[in-house]
């Protein structure tokens, strides 16, 4: 069982940057793959990273590598999605994830995903 508490989101123009924050409510933060997906009005939700807590294995989306970073701080139990360059395709709510049992193949589709936030909205202004 883990509880997530997304935070971080907001309002910015395009090339700016936002953090976004996830606590990870757990004791045993090493078994989860950690990710983050957003969901834009009328679309589908859409990987954006993932992290393997143990080890720290990162994987990214396309349209986001380059531009954004996941990261963790074990003494705080927190996954950081550092974005940079924002673009205005990036508005959407953001969703920290977690599971424990992900294989690679699966990290992408949010239906293999069995823990969620609440989400975040980021807006990016043209």
């Known amino acids: 069982q883990v509880q997530l508490a997304e935070s971080g989101g907001g309002f910015v123009q395009t090339g700016g940057s936002l953090r976004l924050s996830c606590v990870a409510s757990?004791?045993?933060?090493?078994?989860?793959?950690m990710g983050w997906f957003r969901q834009a009005p009328g679309k589908e939700r859409e990987f954006v990273a993932a992290l393997r807590w143990n080890g720290g294995t990162t994987y990214y989306a396309d349209s986001v590598k380059g531009r954004f970073t996941i990261s963790k701080d074990n003494t705080k139990n927190t996954i950081y999605l550092q974005m940079n360059n924002l673009r205005p395709e990036d508005t959407a709510v953001y969703y920290c994830?977690?599971?424990?049992?992900?294989?690679?193949?699966?990290?992408?589709?949010?239906?293999?995903?069995?823990?969620w936030g609440q989400g975040t909205q980021v807006t990016v202004s043209s």
């Open positions: 994830a977690a599971d424990g049992t992900l294989i690679q193949s699966s990290i992408s589709s949010h239906v293999h995903w069995d823990y």
């Open positions: 757990t004791r045993t933060p090493g078994r989860f793959t």
